[in-house]
């Protein structure tokens, strides 16, 4: 008896805030309904905050207090998840208001939006790709700023994820005996991330995927693509004089050469032109 007497206090109490609230938004008093969407904000009730604070936009346009509510309308954005139209209206206010004392977070804001919004390595990188280059507009337009340094390290997060999605695919080819696909990967995640910690790794497995995409092709092809493994070792040799895998990737060459001149005599007993 003292639980449903309780269940149906609550339906009452509920069904009168809700009420309350619906008489909120009809109402014209418009200070009383900017008062209450600052207090909602303030205490994370986003969902209620915004509508309140769109009526209020649409009649305090062009006032002082547009700046205000633009800036807790995007955080309401934000604190919903919704970081894609986060992003956009921050950088929106950072437009509309550059001499605004608040247009430096903003700016920082819709970055770390797209930064919050960008997925797992293994998903589209767009939102990342998105996300280093407001964090490196922000750095250069900021310079002095103290969250330049976290901008920094948020970016050398990112790329580190970037250079994973890389690292993954191309071994991902290399596994599925793709060997000139693994190959390219991996010397253009060298181009992309020339300081990566897994240069002297990706550097023999790109010899040795040249070398199995070498083997695996018709007897025409074969000289110029153990070639193009000799030569991948040779930059290895180079870069990597000291590297413990430097005895595999010699042997590899070794086998290249000696590959390329089978390769060439089996040539003789093919028609090339055709």
Not at 161 to 190: G, H
Not at 261 to 274: G, H, I, M, Q, V
């Amino acid at each position: 008896m003292k639980k449903g007497v309780l269940f149906f206090s609550l339906v009452i109490w509920l069904l009168s805030g809700c009420s309350d609230y619906e008489k909120l938004l009809k109402s014209d008093d418009f200070d009383l309904k900017y008062d209450r969407a600052k207090a909602y904000y303030n205490e994370g009730d986003y969902a209620r905050a915004l509508p309140l604070l769109d009526q209020m936009l649409t009649v305090r346009m062009g006032t002082a207090d547009e700046e205000e509510i633009r800036y807790y309308i995007a955080y309401c954005y934000y604190g919903q998840s919704q970081y894609l139209i986060s992003s956009t209206l921050f950088k929106n206010f950072f437009i509309s208001f550059p001499r605004s004392y608040r247009a430096e977070e903003c700016l920082y804001q819709s970055a770390y939006s797209l930064y919050q919004a960008s997925p797992p390595y293994y998903l589209d990188q767009s939102q990342t790709y998105k996300a280093l280059s407001e964090f490196q507009y922000f750095a250069d337009t900021y310079k002095k700023s103290d969250r330049v340094t976290d901008a920094n390290r948020i970016m050398d997060e990112l790329r580190a994820k970037l250079e994973l999605k890389s690292y993954r695919s191309a071994q991902l080819y290399f596994d599925t005996e793709n060997y000139q696909a693994a190959a390219v990967t991996w010397e253009n995640l060298l181009v992309d991330f020339p300081e990566t910690d897994e240069a002297e790794d990706i550097g023999q497995k790109i010899a040795r995927s040249w070398f199995n995409y070498a083997t695996q092709s018709v007897p025409c092809k074969k000289p110029e693509r153990f070639d193009k493994a000799v030569e991948s070792c040779d930059i290895f040799r180079e870069k990597f004089p000291e590297s413990t895998l430097l005895p595999a990737v010699n042997a590899l060459r070794e086998r290249s050469l000696e590959q390329k001149e089978r390769a060439l005599t089996e040539k003789e007993n093919y028609d090339c032109d055709e």
